[in-house]
């Protein structure tokens, strides 16, 4: 008997295209743009287009629940060459649900650790200059999010979004 997850993949599988609305794409930050143009490849969280048309790169960051600052001037968006298999990719619920989880406590404690510590000016030399951790809070959760587990060959960069350029479709429109 198969499991719930597995249906669930099946099932998100099926509703994949590699253009318009329902395509996968990567986003990602400048420097991980570099990772992409050197192995021409992408691999981690990807969700759907249609759920980031119309936004611009602060409301992509919150929505699908990046860390703070990590897409503060511009974001890349990448399509794929080609779908992933069902043994490449994992069901990761919704973006609410930072790496699939449901709750992670300790990383909680570590965010309003580092948050106090920073207001303080406490631990100067153990963190970094910023009231930020290595922590992926909540994004929204009407966004579906999966992990490419396995390289994906990249179709290439579909969109280049900045704080005044939101994402467009192909048609130019954003909603």
Known sequence: MPKFTDLLKQSSIRHWKLSGPDRLIKVVSPVGQLTIRKY?????????????IGKNCLEIEKALGLRPFELRDLCYLYSLERLPTF????????????DGQVFDEQKMEQVLTARDDFAN???LYNRSMS???DFYGPGSPG????????????GGRIATVTKLLPFTNQKGLIA
């Open 143 to 154: 966004i579906p999010q999966w992990e490419l587990i396995s390289p994906i060959p990249t």
């Open 131 to 133: 009231p930020t951790v």
């Open 40 to 52: 021409g490849t992408v691999m981690g969280y990807v969700t759907q287009e249609k759920f980031l």
């Open 121 to 123: 000016s406490r631990n």
């Open 87 to 98: 043994d490449e990719v994992e069901f990761r619920l919704t973006c609410a649900f930072p």
